[in-house]
């Protein structure tokens, strides 16, 4: 018997550790149902919400996302065309300044051409050449001229530096002619002729204008340059009363580019080139 109960017992003994085991296994099942039961109704859950958002027939909900990335973006490209905008007005005032600064150069006795001035020129008439850039302006003058019946001709546009010495050397050889010693005669010439170095023929941007004597006299071509040159650019740069500032005699003649702005203004003003820089700058 005890035998048996100690067999009994070892059976027992020996059963125990397979129930555990199975109670241990059928409890993981369990677990495991559970936990795919879960993860089937997160499932199911997830879809129906899924579902739920796409037939939403709400337009703010359907838009929310996009409108607040189009808004943003919106805001952003706004600002951005804002920036680009300023930007550009800030390059084009940028650009204007430097665009005008070109002609708006002083030379006078005082002010002498930089060093190394280059110039590229452009073949207005009859073998007179003037800066390229003020080409449009001075043949949409010459046109408008033409129009109101007025026929001008560019007498002298640019000139190197020896013809403008050439110009001096001849001047002062007239007055010597007339009795004058060389330094008189130098002074005198100063009058008419300006230095080598000093002249804005030499910067392509100052033209003598007269009249073509056929069809217009110089008298017409001078009135009509003063009264309408600066629709086109243009100033008339030395007038008579204002020699003692420029330095220069009177020349009906003598047109000088300045760019629209500086021209309508000085014009308006009756100031000259010397006196629009001094309240400019
Ligand atoms: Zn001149």
């Not at 059928?26 to 796409?54: P, S, W």
């Not at 002249?199 to 009249?211: C, P, R, T, W, Y």
């Amino acid at each position: 018997m005890k035998e048996y109960s100690s067999n009994d017992d070892i059976n027992r003994h020996k059963h125990k550790p397979r129930k555990k085991l199975r109670r241990k296994a059928r409890l993981l099942r369990r677990i495991r149902l559970f936990l795919l039961a879960l993860l089937v109704c997160y499932c199911l859950a997830a879809t129906m919400l899924g579902f739920g958002l796409l037939s939403n027939n709400d337009p703010v909900g359907e838009d929310k996302q996009p409108k607040i990335l189009n808004s943003a973006v919106e805001t952003n490209d706004t600002d951005f065309h804002a920036d680009s905008i300023a930007n550009e007005e800030n390059n084009l005032d940028k650009t204007d300044a430097e665009e005008t600064a070109w002609c708006l150069i002083l030379v006078n006795k005082w002010n002498r051409i930089p060093d190394g001035y280059e110039v590229e020129l452009t073949e207005f008439a009859d073998g007179q050449c003037i800066d390229k850039r003020i080409y449009p302006a001075l043949r949409e003058m010459f046109d408008a001229a033409g129009s109101d019946n007025i026929y001008p001709v560019v007498a002298s546009g640019y000139r190197t530096t020896q013809k403008q010495q050439n110009l001096m050397d001849e001047k002062i050889a007239e007055y010597q002619a007339e009795g004058y010693a060389f330094e008189e005669a130098t002074t005198k010439a100063e009058e008419w002729v300006a230095i080598p170095g000093t002249s804005e023929h030499q910067l392509g941007l100052g033209v003598d204008i007269n009249a073509d004597g056929i069809h217009s006299t110089g008298k017409e071509v001078y009135e009509w340059l003063s009264q309408n040159s600066y629709k086109f650019g243009f100033i008339r740069r030395y007038p008579a009363h204002k020699t003692d500032i420029t330095g220069v005699i009177n020349e009906p003649w003598h047109y000088r580019y300045v760019g629209m702005e500086a021209a309508e203004d000085i014009y308006n003003q009756d100031i000259c080139l010397e006196e629009y820089l001094n309240k400019t700058n």
